[in-house]
């Protein structure tokens, strides 16, 4: 172990190593626990659920709120992950200086990643309190919905599965509906 190395790093430690040029834009990583994970190159199925997912938000969501395609959310002392889209409140101009700190609807795209955004990510989004965080799960070609956050427990007391035909309303913007087929990537 490199004793001049943190065992457990702060987020704003992590924030300074980009600020400082130690980790760059082409560094595919994030803070999650304490712990710089790496992250999985974009395979073309993970690419266009990232790809729709913002695009279906965006479209549903319009001023209301700011919809983030893989950017930082500072949620905890220890993680800064980097969610496929989320739909943080306010308008752009406020993030003009610093990273969003909440977020109304976290979502993770998942393939090889799905056992890590069931576990560690949604642990990190409840105990945040983050109100909803959906997976589209590419495996099993639907979409987890997680509600009802339980922050000492780190966990979602509702789950519920969307399905291709289905549609999601946004538990922070009640008026704002998705179809799932617009979030998945088209059958093959």
């Given at each position: 172990?490199?004793?001049?190395?943190?065992?457990?790093?702060?987020?704003?430690?992590?924030?300074?190593?980009?600020?400082?040029?130690?980790l760059g834009p082409d560094d595919r990583v994030e803070l999650l626990e304490g712990v710089i994970v790496s992250m999985a190159p974009h395979d073309v199925p993970h690419a266009a659920g990232v790809s729709?997912?913002?695009?279906?938000?965006?479209?549903?969501?319009?001023?209301?709120?700011?919809?983030?395609?893989?950017?930082?959310?500072?949620v905890g002392a220890r993680s800064v992950p980097e969610p496929d889209v989320a739909v943080v409140p306010g308008s752009i101009a406020d993030y003009d200086r610093r990273h969003p700190t909440t977020a109304l609807l976290v979502v993770e795209v998942a393939d090889s990643s799905l056992k890590q955004d069931r576990l560690t990510k949604r642990a990190i989004y409840a105990a945040a309190a983050i109100p909803e965080y959906w997976i589209v799960n590419l495996p099993d070609d639907c979409v987890e919905v997680r509600r009802e956050p339980d922050p000492p427990t780190r966990r979602y007391t509702s789950i519920t599965i969307a399905r291709r035909g289905d549609t999601i309303a946004l538990a922070a913007l009640p008026d704002v509906r998705v179809v799932v087929d617009e979030l998945l990537p088209s059958p093959a």
């Open positions: 172990m490199d004793p001049a190395a943190p065992p457990s790093w702060t987020a704003e430690r992590y924030l300074a190593l980009v600020d400082e040029g130690m729709r997912t913002q695009l279906a938000l965006y479209r549903a969501v319009g001023d209301r709120a700011v919809v983030r395609g893989q950017l930082s959310l500072l």
